[in-house]
């Protein structure tokens, strides 16, 4: 389990613990061997160094593995003498060393796990009541009201969700289209959420048993679909670069000059013998009162 999962948690530590037979192997092991260590500890406490010792590699092993090949690095980091370190791992079967080096703990291990388990009730009970929430959210805006249901319709949402991967993402549209629902052989039906809840409804309405499921926008849709249509809007009112270019011609001579250079590039097109004016060069022509057969005069000139 990661560090940042158990920084906001805690494991326990049983208040015996220095009665363990274990344990107290170690302290007798330490208040008679004393004299082999050179560090700095008073005497008389010297066991008490290695009970607080044994609880900070438990408490290392709770968010890192560790290994035979690390008790030197572990030893650095606690600032402890490693033959110390060593012995505490290795000679009082307070730790277990697999045939792979790592260094376990039961101690460590039926932490881990209990903190896994209260993690997962804890994931278990957000997921319903976000699921409820949901639920309730839906209800509310299509039928003017939160849904009262039993314990037995609540743990059958719950199934629902265990088996409907994105059902929390169709609730709004489980919910719009049981508004909406009728019956022609039975008019006096009355759509609510105890009814959806129960004879598997809810699933037969989403596999489309009692027609295709309906959807209504929200406002945040909606808002979207508008800000789409009048960016839409404004790229189809935007100038082309034509039609810039056209709207800085001044002079008769220029307009002239620019159909010219366009139509040495372009095929003139001729209907019925008349020239194709492309539409956009109507503002220049009527602009500066030039005719079309100026424009077909001027082509046939140039070889157009």
Same mark, same amino acid.
């Given at each position: 389990?990661?560090?940042?999962?158990?920084?906001?948690?805690?494991?326990?530590?049983?208040?015996?613990?220095?009665?363990?037979?274990?344990?107290?192997?170690?302290?007798?092991?330490?208040?008679?061997?004393?004299?082999?260590?050179?560090?700095?500890?008073?005497?008389?406490?010297?066991?008490?160094?290695?009970?607080?010792?044994?609880?900070?590699?438990?408490?290392?092993?709770?968010?890192?593995?560790?290994?035979?090949?690390?008790?030197?690095?572990?030893?650095?980091?606690?600032?402890?003498?490693?033959?110390?370190?060593?012995?505490?791992?290795?000679?009082?079967?307070?730790? &277990? /060393?697999? +045939?792979?080096? $790592?260094?376990?703990?039961?101690?460590?291990?039926?932490?881990? !796990?209990?903190?896994? #388990? *209260?993690?997962?009730?804890?994931?278990?009970?957000?997921?319903?009541?976000?699921?409820?929430?949901?639920?309730?959210?839906?209800?509310?805006?299509?039928?003017?009201?939160?849904?009262?249901?039993?314990?037995?319709?609540?743990?059958?949402?719950?199934?629902?969700?265990? &088996? /409907?991967? +994105?059902?929390? $993402?169709?609730?709004?549209?489980?919910?719009?289209?049981?508004? !909406?629902?009728?019956? #022609? *052989?039975?008019?006096?039906?009355?759509?609510?959420?105890?009814?959806?809840?129960?004879?598997?409804?809810?699933?037969?309405?989403?596999?489309?048993?009692?027609?295709?499921?309906?959807?209504?926008?929200?406002?945040?849709?909606?808002?979207?679909?508008?800000?789409?249509?009048?960016?839409?809007?404004?790229?189809?009112?935007?100038?082309?670069?034509?039609?810039?270019?056209?709207?800085?011609?001044?002079?008769?001579?220029?307009?002239?000059?620019?159909?010219?250079?366009?139509?040495?590039?372009?095929?003139?097109?001729?209907?019925?013998?008349?020239?194709?004016?492309?539409?956009?060069?109507?503002?220049?022509?009527?602009?500066?009162?030039?005719?079309?057969?100026?424009?077909?005069?001027?082509?046939?000139?140039?070889?157009?």
């Amino acid at each position: 389990m990661k560090e940042d999962k158990l920084k906001q948690l805690y494991f326990s530590h049983d208040i015996f613990s220095d009665k363990d037979e274990k344990i107290i192997k170690m302290f007798y092991f330490f208040r008679k061997n004393i004299d082999e260590f050179s560090i700095d500890f008073i005497k008389t406490n010297f066991f008490h160094a290695s009970f607080g010792l044994f609880w900070e590699i438990v408490q290392y092993m709770h968010l890192n593995k560790l290994t035979v090949n690390e008790i030197p690095m572990l030893a650095d980091e606690l600032r402890a003498d490693e033959k110390f370190v060593r012995l505490i791992i290795e000679k009082f079967n307070l730790f &277990k /060393i697999e +045939d792979s080096g $790592e260094i376990v703990s039961e101690r460590v291990l039926k932490n881990l !796990n209990k903190l896994t #388990e *209260t993690s997962e009730k804890n994931k278990t009970a957000s997921e319903v009541r976000w699921l409820l929430s949901a639920f309730n959210k839906s209800y509310l805006e299509f039928f003017g009201e939160e849904p009262i249901l039993s314990k037995e319709e609540i743990e059958a949402l719950k199934q629902y969700n265990k &088996k /409907i991967p +994105d059902l929390k $993402e169709k609730l709004r549209d489980i919910i719009f289209t049981l508004k !909406n629902l009728k019956f #022609e *052989t039975d008019i006096n039906f009355v759509p609510c959420a105890n009814w959806l809840l129960k004879d598997n409804h809810l699933a037969r309405l989403l596999n489309g048993e009692f027609g295709k499921l309906k959807h209504k926008a929200t406002k945040k849709e909606i808002k979207e679909e508008q800000r789409k249509e009048a960016q839409e809007q404004a790229q189809n009112q935007a100038p082309t670069e034509i039609e810039i270019k056209i709207s800085k011609i001044q002079t008769r001579e220029e307009a002239i000059k620019f159909l010219k250079e366009y139509y040495s590039k372009e095929e003139l097109n001729y209907f019925g013998g008349k020239a194709h004016i492309f539409p956009p060069f109507r503002t220049i022509l009527n602009k500066f009162n030039i005719k079309d057969k100026e424009i077909i005069d001027l082509c046939k000139k140039e070889g157009i």
